[in-house]
Each structure stands twice: as structure tokens, then as C-alpha cells.
């Protein structure tokens, strides 16, 4: 079955750094746009950056921008997400979507757009 599989989460303290992996299986991603989504414990889901399919476009919530780069490495079938400067209210499970058509040449964070979800994986900022 078709898979996103995110991976790098972890517990790190204010002002560090994590990279995030998201690995898609049983289908190539490189003509997809994908997102990073994130939800914190009591609040709704926030979406945070996407990336288009050619990787020419990308797009960042006010809350991470200057602080997150999305990336794609098509060789590897994989989306990263780095994350430097971590904040507390950065602590979530941080999710990756993919887009639920192959291009157009675009980057969206409205989650309607995207059909595959991965299952997340937990980032804790704590001191």
C-alpha cells in the first residue's frame, strides 16, 4: 500500500535542531507537492510548509518561517524538513502530506489538496 513515513522526531531542547525525513513507499513522489503539518497537544492542526513538485516553490507559516527549510531529494524519494531555533511551542506531531494529483507546478498548505498522510512523528522541545 502506498505509505508516507515520517522519521527524526525526538526530544531536543530550546534552540536546537532536528531534520525530519518523510520517505514515501510503493510510489515515486517527485511529481508531487507535499506539506508538513503539525498538531500540538490541544490545538488543531497548523499547517507549517510545502514544497512544489519541481522544488522552485515553497511556502512557510509566519511561526516557522526563517527558522524551517523544506527540501526534497528525489533521488531518495524523500521530503526533509529542518528545523533550527526550536521553540517550546514547537512541540508536536509533525505530519507530511502529499498532494492527491501529481503537479501542477504549485504549493498549497490548504490540506483539502493533499489525500496521503504519513503518521507522524513527535518533536518535544523541552530544557
Known amino acids: 500500500q502506498l505509505q508516507l513515513v515520517e522519521s527524526g522526531g525526538g526530544l531536543v531542547q530550546p534552540g536546537g535542531s532536528l531534520r525530519l525525513s518523510c520517505a514515501a513507499s510503493?510510489?515515486?513522489?517527485?511529481?508531487?507537492?507535499v506539506a508538513w503539518f503539525r498538531r500540538a497537544p490541544g490545538k488543531e492542526r497548523e499547517a507549517i510548509s510545502c514544497?512544489?513538485?519541481?522544488?522552485?516553490?515553497?511556502h512557510y507559516a509566519d511561526s516557522v518561517k526563517d527558522r524551517f527549510a523544506i527540501s526534497r531529494d528525489n533521488a531518495k524519494n524523500t521530503i526533509y524538513l529542518q528545523m533550527n531555533g526550536l521553540k517550546f511551542e514547537d512541540t508536536a506531531v509533525y505530519y507530511c502530506a502529499r498532494a492527491w494529483r501529481p503537479g501542477p507546478n504549485i504549493c498549497t498548505v490548504a490540506p483539502d489538496y493533499y489525500d496521503l498522510w504519513g503518521q507522524g512523528t513527535q518533536v518535544i522541545v523541552s530544557s
Open positions: 510503493r510510489f515515486t513522489l517527485d511529481n508531487y507537492a
Open positions: 514544497i512544489n513538485n519541481r522544488a522552485t516553490i515553497s
